[in-house]
């Protein structure tokens, strides 16, 4: 099994700053691509930023020059460093990865998500 744990959502004022982290764990052979959604109350999924395992990275319109998103390769973990944050960038992010498994089998997995508020 993999676990994805996000962590580091919060309450932040408009035009903060927060830094998300999503460590992959488990049986885990390689993680391929991994990216960070979000969902906002009363709002579908929506996709935010992805990261290849090479480093390649895109970002939803609503981020870009905004929204950073990284990966460490030996610790398994991902990060989303976000700046000049909004209050429509409130919502739960969830981390998701694409994970090719002991058993060589590859999946999806997603994390729980983390709360991000972004309010005066």
């Known amino acids: 099994q993999v676990q994805l744990v996000e962590s580091g959502g919060g309450l932040v004022q408009p035009g903060g700053s927060l830094r998300l982290s999503c460590v992959a764990s488990?049986?885990?052979?390689?993680?391929?691509?991994m990216g960070w959604y979000r969902q906002a109350p009363g709002k579908q999924r929506e996709w935010v930023a992805t990261?290849?395992?090479?480093?390649?990275?895109d970002y939803a319109e609503s981020v870009k020059g905004r929204f950073t998103i990284s990966r460490d390769n030996g610790k398994n973990t991902m990060y989303l460093q976000m700046y000049s944050l909004k209050p429509e960038d409130t919502a739960v992010y969830y981390c998701?990865?694409?994970?090719?498994?002991?058993?060589?089998?590859?999946?999806?997995?997603w994390g729980q998500g983390t709360q991000v508020t972004v309010s005066s």
């Open positions: 990261i290849t395992s090479g480093g390649s990275t």
């Open positions: 998701t990865a694409l994970v090719t498994l002991t058993s060589r089998s590859t999946t999806n997995f």
């Open positions: 488990g049986s885990i052979f390689s993680i391929n691509d």
